[in-house]
């Protein structure tokens, strides 16, 4: 059985940090692009971050240079660091993991987590 169980949310004030953590299990994730979604109230679903196998990355604009995202193979384990957090980025955040050539294409992931609550006060 497929799982990923995201961890590392919480509350913390704007201009905080925290880290993201997914780890995966139930089969083996190699070539498979790993992704961080997240959706604030009355809001859709967002993209938010992908790394593929390779270690190659991709970011929405509203999160590049605050949040990287990084990837251990060997755990089968992504993260995804949160700086410089602003109560915008105030939302449920979900891991996802699939093998899609468009790593912001939500309908490409196969598998997703139950997501992790992140509040971020002003």
């Known amino acids: 059985q497929v799982q990923l169980v995201e961890s590392g949310g919480g509350l913390v004030q704007a201009g905080g940090s925290l880290r993201l953590s997914c780890a995966a299990s139930?089969?083996?994730?190699?070539?498979?692009?790993m992704g961080w979604f997240r959706q604030a109230p009355g809001k859709e679903r967002e993209f938010v971050a992908a790394i593929r196998w390779s270690g190659s990355t991709y970011y929405a604009n509203s999160v590049k240079g605050r949040f990287p995202i990084s990837r251990d193979n060997a755990k089968n384990t992504v993260y995804l660091q949160m700086n410089s957090l602003k109560p915008e980025d105030t939302a449920v955040y979900y891991c996802?993991?699939?093998?899609?050539?468009?790593?912001?294409?939500?309908?490409?992931?196969?598998?997703w987590g139950q997501g992790t609550q992140v509040t971020v006060s002003s």
């Open positions: 996802a993991a699939g093998r899609g050539l468009r790593p912001g294409d939500q309908s490409l992931y196969e598998y």
């Open positions: 139930g089969r083996t994730f190699s070539n498979y692009v």
